[in-house]
């Protein structure tokens, strides 16, 4: 079956560190993959998305990058975190014979 | 900019009610689909209606499109505190890749009491 892992599940990180965000997928080859961010009480906003091994396409000007070294890997970069980069970080893929999107189950990240 | 809108922003319904969420979207669409999200969790794909199809159930859930009007809603039948939970409504929106990604609604934030 297809699985989706996120971790870590809440983080705490100061202003001007940085953060590695991690998700793999299993069950499934050359996914489409998706990193969203949440606001509180808010819709997704598309961060990054993946369609194949070091191929990056990023939605919104930020301060987080991504990378995909294997093809059932994407995380999710910051060199210095800011403020404004708390969040609800959840990562999805798609499997290219389906339409829907399989989410992970989230990071919280409170930058202080 | 979030291409589906779903109204109402929050809905709070007794335990055994009916309750109808609706989306609506601005460009062309060859599908929708609607997903729930328990507070602090991923988003779970409940169903998808294609832009040919007008109706499509799912044990209690009940969505339909109206292409012409750029809408859809969700009916979830005899509401259970279970479903307590924020649904999104979601489209494709084609890439200049030609690949599609998903573009998320702001939800509506659904509250049964027991």
């Known amino acids: 079956s297809q699985t989706i892992h996120q971790w870590p599940a809440t983080l705490v990180q100061p202003v001007g560190s940085p953060l590695s965000l991690e998700c793999t997928v299993e069950g499934t080859s050359n996914p489409n993959l998706y990193w969203y961010r949440q606001a509180a009480g808010r819709g997704l906003q598309l961060l990054f998305y993946s369609v194949g091994i070091g191929q990056i396409s990023s939605e919104v000007p930020q301060n987080l990058s991504a990378s995909r070294p294997q093809d059932r890997q994407f995380i999710l970069s910051s060199k210095k975190l800011l403020l404004s980069d708390s969040g609800f970080y959840l990562c999805?893929?798609?499997?290219?014979?389906?339409?829907?999107?399989?989410f992970g189950s989230g990071t919280r990240l409170t930058v202080v | 900019s979030q291409q589906g809108e779903e109204d109402p922003q929050a809905l709070s319904i007794q335990e055994g009610e009916n309750a109808t969420m609706n989306c609506s979207y601005k460009t062309s669409i060859n599908n929708l689909q609607w997903y729930r999200q328990n507070s602090g969790r991923g988003l779970v794909h409940l169903i998808l209606?294609?832009?040919?199809?007008r109706e499509k159930h799912s044990g209690r859930l009940r969505v339909t499109l109206d292409t012409s009007k750029k809408s859809s809603s969700l009916l979830i039948t005899a509401s259970r505190a279970a479903d307590t939970a924020s649904y999104f409504c979601a489209t494709p929106r084609r890439r200049s890749d030609s690949s599609y990604k998903l573009i998320f609604g702001s939800g509506t934030r659904l509250l049964v009491r027991p």
């Open positions: 999805a893929f798609q499997d290219r014979n389906l339409y829907g999107y399989t």
């Open positions: 209606i294609r832009s040919n199809e």
